[in-house]
């Protein structure tokens, strides 16, 4: 926990973000399993939507976020609201550095990047090329529409093991994530709430929050 805390620090985050961090673990090792994560709900997701490059889906981001809780915390909540973009914003001074760097600390503490990429943007873009240099277990959304070609560097980047691209509507969500999760990323939340169940109380650990 404290060399999670040091690391935030030496990386200037803000006192928003520090609010947000998942945790605290009850110790380092501890910290390191996708499985614990899962249990102590810090399982982190990192979800990338369109802001600048278009706001048409944004109601659709915040519906996939809510299935995505299912499976951890999303670090990006905001993607989908605008409400709680303003208010990051605000905490980051407006200021497009510390935007830049503030989600750059959180992909690369994420446990797992998903994106829907119809609505074209630069900064999703560039933001799953990141994940890929940072070896991230990546899932692309698509829904295939004649006006928003997907980019051949998103589709083409597609190799069915850590970067999936899948082309989508919106009643195949929850097959889509739950394979993900369960098959790529390697977490199951039934199992490991199974398992919680059984043994000690989660929410105890990270002061009464749950999945
Ligand atoms: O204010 C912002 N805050 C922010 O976190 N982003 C990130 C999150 C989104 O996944 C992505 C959207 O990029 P763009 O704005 O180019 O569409 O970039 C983007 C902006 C605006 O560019």
Redesign the pocket.
């Known amino acids: 926990m404290f060399q999670r805390l040091i690391y935030y620090f030496q990386n200037d985050y803000s006192k928003y973000q520090l609010s947000r961090l998942p945790g605290p673990y009850p110790s380092e090792e501890q910290s390191l399993t996708a499985d614990f994560d899962l249990k102590y709900n810090m399982f982190t997701i990192y979800f ?6 278009g706001r048409q889906d944004a109601d659709l981001y915040q519906r996939i976020i809510k299935k995505l809780k299912k499976y951890g915390k999303v670090l ?1 909540e ?2 989908g609201s605008d409400e709680l ?1 303003g208010e990051l ?1 605000a905490t980051l001074d407006n200021d497009e550095v510390k ?1 830049h760097n503030n ?1 750059i600390g959180w992909l690369s503490t994420s446990s797992a990047v998903v994106a829907e990429v119809t609505q074209p ?4 873009g560039y ?1 799953l090329g990141r994940a890929v240099a940072m070896d991230k277990k990546v899932l692309c959304l698509y829904r295939p529409q004649p006006d928003k070609l997907l980019s051949a560097m998103i589709r083409g980047a597609n190799n069915d093991k850590n970067f999936l691209c899948r082309d989508y509507e919106e009643s195949e969500l929850d097959t889509l994530l739950e394979n993900f999760f369960q098959t790529i990323v390697g977490i199951n939340p039934e199992a490991a709430q199974d398992e919680a169940s059984n043994g000690a109380n989660p929410s105890e650990a990270v002061g009464g929050e749950t999945l």
């Open positions: 990338c939507g369109s802001i600048r490059g990006t905001f993607v973009m914003d935007i989600d943007s630069l900064g999703v933001e």
